[in-house]
């Protein structure tokens, strides 16, 4: 009887263990997942020598399927990232997709695409600290389908390099990047340069989180604007 007796309380002991396990990581995610919102950046287009357009693709967890996300307010505000599960972070990424076309396009015109933060330092926990860019003319995504455009690009960007605005005990305010001679990209009479904004794993891990203190894991936004432009001559 004792021995019985001992065993359920062994097993009781493992349920309240299984329990607070289950409740320390649903609170970590809680915590460490923290919205990062990116929704007040804007994009600026000033090109006066091409035409352009783009389209914003991104996760959606009410479709549970990428979707199309440019015409909403929140286009541009990325998922929540779990510091503790991180195999929920697959669906992060947000896909930019710049189309330019213009009589001029031939002619290779330099397009700058900068991006801007407001916070000039390494430390503080703001949203340029923990994310990079990623640039790339994809050629082989001729689908338009939102899901197959979205899928394909991520899959391609896992193999190029990302930018960021951080580097070591570096910050710097600006991520530029300048396309040009693409001419041999050009399909169709168009150019479709892919952007992919994500948070950054090795960013994210210099700095330490506590479920204990929300303010440890909050990071607002400071990304102010994309700004795409040709140099007038």
Same mark, same amino acid.
């Given at each position: 009887?004792?021995?019985?007796?001992?065993?359920?309380?062994?097993?009781?002991i493992?349920?309240?263990?299984?329990?607070?396990v289950?409740?320390?990581?649903?609170?970590?995610?809680?915590?460490?997942?923290r919205?990062?919102?990116?929704?007040?950046?804007?994009?600026?287009?000033?090109?006066?020598?091409?035409?352009?357009?783009?389209?914003?693709?991104k996760?959606?967890?009410?479709?549970?399927?990428? +979707?199309?996300?440019?015409? /909403?307010?929140?286009?541009?505000k990325?998922?929540?990232?779990?510091?503790?599960i991180?195999?929920?972070? @697959?669906?992060?990424?947000? =896909?930019?997709v #710049?189309?330019?076309?213009?009589?001029?396009l031939?002619e290779?015109?330099?397009?700058?695409i900068? @991006?801007?933060?407001a916070?000039?330092?390494?430390t503080?926990?703001?949203?340029?600290?923990? =994310?990079?860019?990623?640039?790339?003319? +994809?050629?082989t995504i001729?689908?338009?389908?939102?899901?197959? =455009?979205?899928?394909?690009?991520?899959?391609?960007?896992?193999?190029?390099?990302?930018?960021a605005f951080?580097?070591?005990?570096?910050?710097?305010?600006? $991520?530029?990047?300048?396309?040009?001679?693409?001419s041999?990209? =050009?399909?169709?009479?168009g150019?479709?340069?892919?952007? /992919?904004?994500?948070?950054?794993e090795?960013?994210?891990?210099?700095?330490? #989180?506590?479920?204990?203190?929300? @303010?440890? @894991?909050?990071?607002p936004?400071?990304?102010?604007? $994309?700004?795409?432009?040709?140099?007038?001559?």
């Open positions: 009887m004792k021995h019985s007796k001992f065993k359920m309380f062994l097993a009781a493992m349920v309240a263990f299984n329990v607070l289950c409740f320390a990581g649903a609170y970590a995610w809680f915590v460490a997942a919205r990062n919102d990116a929704s007040q950046m804007q994009i600026q287009m000033y090109t006066h020598e091409l035409d352009m357009s783009y389209k914003v693709y996760y959606s967890d009410d479709d549970k399927s990428p +979707i199309d996300a440019s015409g /909403q307010a929140d286009a541009l990325l998922q929540e990232y779990d510091s503790v991180k195999s929920r972070n @697959t669906n992060t990424p947000i =896909i930019i #710049f189309t330019i076309t213009g009589m001029n031939g290779n015109i330099p397009v700058y900068n @991006t801007h933060c916070n000039t330092t390494t503080a926990r703001v949203l340029s600290n923990i =994310i990079e860019l990623k640039f790339a003319v +994809i050629n001729t689908s338009s389908d939102p899901v197959d =455009i979205y899928e394909d690009a991520v899959d391609y960007f896992t193999g190029v390099n990302g930018v951080k580097n070591n005990n570096i910050k710097s305010q600006d $991520i530029l990047y300048t396309l040009q001679n693409y041999s990209s =050009i399909v169709g009479g150019l479709k340069l892919y952007i /992919q904004l994500d948070y950054s090795p960013l994210i891990d210099t700095f330490e #989180f506590s479920i204990t203190d929300s @303010t440890t @894991t909050s990071f936004n400071d990304l102010t604007m $994309i700004n795409c432009y040709t140099e007038d001559e």
